[in-house]
């Protein structure tokens, strides 16, 4: 028998700003698996900056999204139905095909994940999957970071950045600094996140404010915004500071491209590092990411924070509102109810 299935599509490729015309909700007929496949229902799934770049027909580390095609992303289902060897119905999986109700694929693009070790499934989407995964390795990989330094964290509140503090702190970190856009997000930062300091970007100049919260400098810059806030941090840099690059989202929306930094010379006065990364570039550190991460979350030494909204058909909103960052920690749409 077939399944009746909803999906979201690329309607139009946005100019500027993405907006709710960007997105079509269609609707489908799923056969039963061939050979190889399984059928997944899908229980939550994630919206992510990145997927605003795949909306543009230009070549990036990912295809773009195709117009009138079901746009991707991480999520988390429960097989229904298999026609492979490798999983079976009850199963709970972990892929790459949200933005749908039922995801019907070859078993191999589904990976398998323990719903009982976990408050909530959807710890693979976020402390325990690659918004996680992005935080340990920018800190202990990209950007070194050793016990005693100083770190600052832009877009602190967000899915990336909520963890990275807190990385940073349990990793002995003798100060965390972080910048987000509204008084609510910075008093969160220091009640709920571990945050040292923590300032509204919005209230004026990044440099002063930072100045104002890391007097002494840093040594870490983890950077989730680029522009004005990659200018300020190289300053505030001290000699052999690095910065983990891991997004520029000040940028993702501007029809032309904003200015870089005018004081990238410092880069050899200081002697800094700066250095991109994407991860999935870094799934061989899943096993001793997990294994630290994971017995800080047993110990409930770290604080997960999520933005949920319900039902498919509000993914474009939950996505349009995660690029205007009125999500704290990571945004997630359910979709089992």
């Known amino acids: ?77 429960e097989v229904v139905a298999s026609n492979s ?64 330094e100083t770190v600052f964290v832009s877009g602190a509140a967000g899915a990336v950045g909520s963890l990275a503090g807190q990385f940073a702190k349990l990793r002995g970190a003798a100060r965390v600094v972080g910048s987000a856009g509204s ?13 040292d300091a923590a300032f509204n970007y919005k209230d004026g100049p990044v440099r002063p404010q930072l100045k104002r919260a890391a007097p002494d400098g840093i040594d870490v810059y983890f950077d989730n915004v680029g522009g004005e806030h990659l200018t300020a941090s190289l300053a ?20 032309q491209p904003p200015p870089g930094p005018d004081n990238l010379s410092l880069l050899i006065s200081k002697r800094l590092t700066m250095r991109g990364f994407l991860v999935f570039d870094h799934y061989d550190r899943l096993p001793d990411f997990l294994a630290e991460v994971g017995g800080w979350l047993a110990a409930g030494q770290i604080h997960v924070e999520e933005t949920v909204v ?5 993914a474009p909103a939950a996505f349009l509102g995660m690029l205007r960052g009125e999500n704290i920690g990571k945004a997630l749409v359910r979709l089992d109810r």
Request: glycine share 12%; aromatic share 8%; with cysteine.
């Open 1 to 77: 028998m077939s399944t009746k299935s909803r999906e979201i599509r690329l309607a139009s490729r946005p100019s500027g700003w993405p907006t709710p015309d960007n997105f079509a909700l269609a609707t489908v007929e799923l056969p039963d698996p061939a050979p190889g496949q399984v059928l997944v229902r899908n229980l939550v799934m994630s919206v992510d900056p990145y997927m605003r770049g795949r909306m543009n027909d230009v070549k990036s580390y990912v295809p773009p999204f195709q117009v009138g095609e079901a746009l991707t992303g991480g999520a988390v289902g």
């Open 85 to 148: 060897p490798r999983l079976k119905p009850g199963d709970v999986v972990l892929h790459d095909f949200g933005w749908r109700d039922y995801a019907l694929a070859d078993a191999a693009g589904f990976r398998t994940v323990d719903a009982t070790a976990v408050p909530s499934v959807n710890a693979y989407l976020s402390v325990l999957g690659g918004i996680g995964l992005t935080a340990w390795v920018g800190l202990v990989d990209i950007a070194a970071m050793r016990a005693g």
């Open 183 to 195: 008084a609510e997000k910075v008093r969160l930062l220091t009640e709920r996140f571990g945050y």
């Open 236 to 255: 505030a840099l001290r000699r052999g500071g690095r910065v983990a690059v891991c997004g520029a989202i000040s940028g993702y929306n501007e029809t």
């Open 310 to 314: 319900d039902g498919l058909e509000q």
